[in-house]
Every structure is written in structure tokens, then in C-alpha cells.
């Protein structure tokens, strides 16, 4: 199959909401993330797609930031591809191209966070070559 792999305009975050709504399996309204899509498409932020006949079937949020501890970052979020595209090679191709793309901006280093019950993408981003150095933790207020 004939992926493609492009930088979605922050114009078009909308679009993403049905697969954002799926990865979270319905627990934030989708009108939760239009709202909160509309604040991000101001920020560092990037989405980066797969598109097979002009349907996006993958996507992952980049956020471009410096760290002290990694110099110039890209944080991958919320990566997800439709359930009938995977097991097909093509997340290492997203991980690839992802790479690619952020090196050629002069990015050093990329980072993430999985939910802790996600095993096989424990597994997959160890295959990746991405390293365990810590806990992501969240409280709201």
C-alpha cells in the first residue's frame, strides 16, 4: 500500500478528532478536543499524518520544545493508527519519517510518554530505541 506521511496545517486540526476521539476511547468529548485542538494549533505544535488514498489512517502530535537535560526536543503524543492498518511495518515508518523530519529542523532528540497497561508499545518503542528515564505523573487542579 502507498503510504503518505505529511505535516498536517494546524488549519486542519479538526480533521484529526475522530481518531483522537478513538485512541482515548471516547472518554474525552469530542467537543473537549475541538476546543482543546483550537488552543493547540497556536502552540509548538505539529500533527504529523499517514494518509493512504487522502484518508488520514495515522497521526501523532509533535511538540517542539528545548530541555535541559535533551537540548532541542520533539515530544511525540498521541500516536495512534487505525486498528485495520496495523501490524504492517507501518509504525516504524512513522517513527522513521518522524526522525527524519525532525532532524532535518535541527531537533537532537525525540521523547514520549505510553500509558502504563501498553504493553505492546512498551515493546515497540524499546525496539525503537527510545530508553525508560522516568514516570510521567499528572494531577489536575
Known sequence: ???DFKILPNSEL??????V???NDGKIEASVLSSRFNEIKNQNYECAIIT???EIVGITGL???TRHYSGKSVEIDHVFIKPQHRNKGLG???????????KAKGYESLELNTYVQNHPSHK?????GFKILGYHFLKKI
Open 1 to 3: 500500500m502507498n503510504y
Open 14 to 19: 479538526e480533521s484529526i478528532i475522530p481518531l
Open 21 to 23: 476521539f478513538e485512541l
Open 52 to 54: 493512504l488514498k487522502n
Open 63 to 65: 511538540w517542539f520544545c
Open 92 to 102: 516504524k515508518l512513522f517513527m522513521r519519517w518522524i526522525q527524519e523530519y525532525c
Open 124 to 128: 515497540f518503542y524499546y525496539n525503537e
